[in-house]
């Protein structure tokens, strides 16, 4: 995403899985073709992909990917149930929030 919020897409590839190589090899070539390293990354919480990223580039997972694990968790068992509480109501004032 430009700073101006246009969104633009940079590459797109079929690849043989999430491996970090498979994810260096993409990251590598996009390099090769001018892109710089990131000022934030964000990811689906693949760790291929989190491995493979520019060393200090900043990472958040997404929202709509942290909110799906709250709520498998959640439908887990009534202990976990109770420990995930916490996680969708701080997901909840995230996706709520005025300024995103």
Same mark, same amino acid.
């Given at each position: 995403?430009? /700073?101006? *919020?246009?969104?633009?897409? &940079?590459? &797109?590839?079929?690849?043989? *899985?999430?491996?970090?190589?498979?994810?260096?090899?993409? &990251?590598?070539?996009?390099?090769?073709?001018?892109? @710089?390293? =990131?000022?934030?990354?964000?990811?689906?919480?693949? =760790?291929?992909?989190?491995?493979? &990223?520019?060393?200090?580039? =900043?990472?958040?997972?997404?929202?709509?990917?942290?909110? #799906?694990?709250?709520?498998?968790?959640?439908?887990?068992?009534?202990?976990? /149930?109770?420990? #995930?509480? =916490?996680?969708? #109501?701080?997901? /909840?004032?995230? /996706?709520? #929030?005025? @300024?995103?």
């Amino acid at each position: 995403m430009r /700073r101006n *919020g246009q969104k633009v897409l &940079l590459a &797109l590839r079929s690849m043989d *899985g999430e491996s970090t190589a498979a994810w260096a090899a993409f &990251l590598a070539d996009m390099t090769r073709r001018g892109l @710089n390293a =990131p000022e934030f990354v964000i990811v689906d919480g693949a =760790p291929g992909l989190e491995a493979a &990223l520019w060393p200090g580039a =900043p990472v958040q997972r997404c929202t709509v990917h942290s909110t #799906a694990t709250c709520w498998r968790t959640r439908r887990i068992g009534c202990k976990r /149930r109770r420990a #995930a509480e =916490p996680c969708l #109501a701080g997901l /909840r004032r995230l /996706r709520t #929030a005025r @300024n995103r």
